[in-house]
T-cell receptor, first 112, second 114 residues
Framework: KAGVTQTPRYLIKTRGQQVTLSCSPISGHRSVSWYQQTPGQGLQFLFE???????NKGNFPGRFSGRQFSNSRSEMNVSTLELGDSALYLC???????????FGPGTRLLVL | AQSVTQLGSHVSVSEGALVLLRCNYS??????LFWYVQYPNQGLQLLLK??????LVKGINGFEAEFKKSETSFHLTKPSAHMSDAAEYFC????????????FGAGTRLAVHP
């Protein structure tokens, strides 16, 4: 099976803009989670979706949002970008009854 | 609340030497614990996981970890380091009742020198 894919891999935006990142989970996986990785804060949980419903949310401002489509693909959106949003955004998918999350290669976002 | 502490942000070993990366967790319930590895410019790859079965868990690339409840530890070891093991390693605990939510340690960067 193909792994988790994320697009785009790299992105440069300016402050105040918004951005949408995409994640395609492993075929058959219905759960998708998003994480932000920065040198200062490390890996932090953003949110999790299962069957198009957000099941869990991390401690991030409302500028961070996401959604999941009927084919389990997920997008996350960050509005009004700030310099501190520069990070590697990782998506992970999980099979229904399994504990393991499988991560994609990430999208590296640079906000100037 | 669950948490993970990785002792040592940087570890350096010689090729062929023992690798020991330390992880301590805090959890009020039996935890699910994971070790992931991250190579430069890549995502996270699962090395191994503990899910309350055997306390000694074997993973990929010769790594293993032992769950010790009395010490609340889940240290990662490899008998003989290889140059290709140089990467960043993350210990994580799955939040109980938190479905997919993982709490990660700060990571340990492993350097392997000839």
């Amino acid at each position: 099976k193909a792994g988790v894919t994320q697009t785009p891999r790299y992105l440069i935006k300016t402050r105040g803009q918004q951005v949408t990142l995409s994640c395609s989970p492993i075929s058959g996986h219905r759960s998708v989670s998003w994480y932000q990785q920065t040198p200062g804060q490390g890996l932090q949980f953003l949110f999790e979706y299962f069957s198009e419903t957000q099941r869990n949310k991390g401690n991030f401002p409302g500028r961070f949002s996401g959604r999941q489509f009927s084919n389990s693909r997920s997008e996350m959106n960050v509005s009004t970008l700030e310099l501190g949003d520069s990070a590697l955004y990782l998506c992970a998918s999980r099979d229904r009854d399994q504990e393991t999350q499988y991560f994609g290669p990430g999208t590296r976002l640079l906000v100037l | 609340a669950q948490s993970v502490t990785q002792l040592g942000s940087h570890v350096s070993v010689s090729e062929g030497a023992l690798v020991l990366l330390r992880c301590n967790y805090s959890s009020s319930v039996p935890p699910y614990l994971f070790w992931y590895v991250q190579y430069p410019n890549q995502g996270l790859q699962l090395l191994l996981k503990y899910t309350s079965a055997a306390t000694l868990v074997k993973g990929i690339n010769g790594f293993e970890a032992e769950f010790k409840k009395s010490e609340t530890s889940f240290h990662l070891t490899k008998p003989s380091a290889h140059m290709s093991d140089a990467a960043e390693y993350f210990c994580a605990v799955r939040v109980s009742g938190g479905y997919n939510k993982l709490i990660f340690g700060a990571g340990t960067r492993l350097a392997v020198h000839p």
